[in-house]
């Protein structure tokens, strides 16, 4: 079974947007790593990580389906805040970006009953509400516990929080 053309670019788009997304986290472990927040830092690699093969898994997904995946240019990372709640809080928006492009993909998807591509996303959609409550408790944590942020950062780093 074909990808309809606007699947095709909306899948396209969205592997776009996981590379973005994988920069976006590496751009702000860098900024961790100035910081002094290595536990953030590692915490923001392992996300950059996992962001990276959403991207591959899209792709593969793509060829998958008998079609070519489109390596758009990834947009520059703008210059991040050396403030770890704006750099989650820019994780967050990020997150939720790609939760709403993944929901109108999915709806593309089952209305032009293309289950194949729905079952695809089932997994990611459940990852972006694990995703999205994690930075959502760690942007509340942060930004309400200034003086712990040492101690959220280990934990963080531990892959704890």
């Known amino acids: 079974m074909q990808l309809p053309s606007d699947l095709l670019a909306a899948l396209n788009d969205e592997l776009t947007r996981e590379r973005f997304s994988a920069a976006l986290y590496l751009a702000a472990a860098g900024q961790f790593e100035n910081m002094n927040l290595s536990g953030f830092a590692k915490w923001a690699r392992k996300a950059s990580k996992e962001e990276t093969g959403h991207a591959q898994a899209f792709f593969d997904y793509i060829t998958d389906r ?8 990834v947009a520059a990372v703008p210059t991040l805040p050396a403030d770890a709640g704006a750099l989650f809080a820019a994780a967050l928006k990020q997150e939720q970006i790609v939760s709403e492009a993944l929901r109108k993909i999915n709806a593309l998807a089952l209305n032009g009953g293309d289950y194949f591509t729905v079952e695809f996303l089932r997994w990611f959609l459940k990852e972006q509400v694990k995703s999205e409550r994690e930075l959502t408790e760690i942007v509340a944590k942060v930004n309400a516990h200034p003086n712990e942020l040492l101690h959220i950062e280990h934990r963080l780093g531990k892959g704890k929080l």
């Open 66 to 73: 008998n079609a070519a995946p489109v390596l758009a240019a």
